[in-house]
């Protein structure tokens, strides 16, 4: 982890500890679980999936890992060493998920939960084409990204620092078509509310 943007985003998640899923279990009108539902509505049973960012292991990692072969990914020690306990069905591996390579094809899904407003903007492209990748062909991949013009914000964020960067959604929906190559199923635009105010994030499923 050399990035010190990444590192930030991995320090602040280390030292949130439980008060992230604290503070998550009181947004209202979250969507996450509909949008879950559309990728595995999709899916066989004991379909591969990886889910990058997985945080603490939530209950929608829980149920993904009651169907499916989950792999979680997270950068933060303390978030990965909850999800650990609480989703003892799947695998989770430490690390920062824009730079391990899987093989070509090794999964037929790919999910993200609010963890990609985390990811200095000018590494999505790539991102992107490297998640694309590890798909098979028609695999999917759902994503919730962040939706507003930031190129870089450092601050105080729930008691820790925290690093966010964004584009718009035009700007998403272009690089996830056209410099990966992916086809957009369902691509919306949700506000709903965080504990401080309202929230707006960019919900895309996409196929390879
Ligand atoms: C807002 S939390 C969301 C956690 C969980 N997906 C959820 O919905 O509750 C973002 C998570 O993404 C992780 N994360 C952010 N950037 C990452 C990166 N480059 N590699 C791995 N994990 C990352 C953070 O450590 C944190 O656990």
Redesign the pocket.
Same mark, same amino acid.
């Given at each position: 982890m050399n990035d010190p943007r990444?590192r930030i985003?991995?320090e602040g998640?280390d030292e949130m500890g439980e008060h992230?899923?604290e503070w998550?279990g009181r947004i209202a009108g979250d969507p996450?679980r509909w949008w879950a539902e559309q990728l595995t509505s999709r899916l066989t049973d004991g379909a591969r999936l990886l889910?990058?960012?997985?945080?603490?292991g939530?209950s929608?990692t829980q149920l993904l890992a009651e169907r499916f072969r989950v792999t979680g990914? !997270?950068? #933060?020690r303390e978030?990965i060493g909850r999800a650990r306990s609480s989703v003892p069905d799947a695998v989770f591996v430490e690390? !920062?998920? #824009?730079a391990p390579d899987f093989d070509p094809g090794t999964f037929e899904a790919v999910a993200?939960?609010?963890?990609f407003n985390?990811?200095p903007r000018e590494l999505l492209a790539g991102l992107f084409g490297r998640i694309r990748s590890w798909l098979v062909p028609h695999g999917l991949f759902l994503v919730a990204l962040g939706a507003s013009e930031t190129e870089s914000w450092t601050g105080e964020w729930l008691g820790t620092t925290m690093f966010f960067s964004s584009f718009t959604p035009e700007t998403n929906s272009r690089l996830l078509e056209e410099a990966a190559g992916f086809e957009l199923l369902l691509d919306e635009v949700v506000t709903f509310l965080e504990p401080e105010g309202e929230a707006t994030f960019q919900w895309v499923l996409a196929r390879r």
């Open positions: 990444t985003v991995a998640y992230f899923a998550s996450r889910e990058l960012g997985c945080g603490s939530t929608d990914v !997270d950068i #933060s978030q690390a !920062d998920f #824009s993200a939960f609010y963890s985390h990811v």
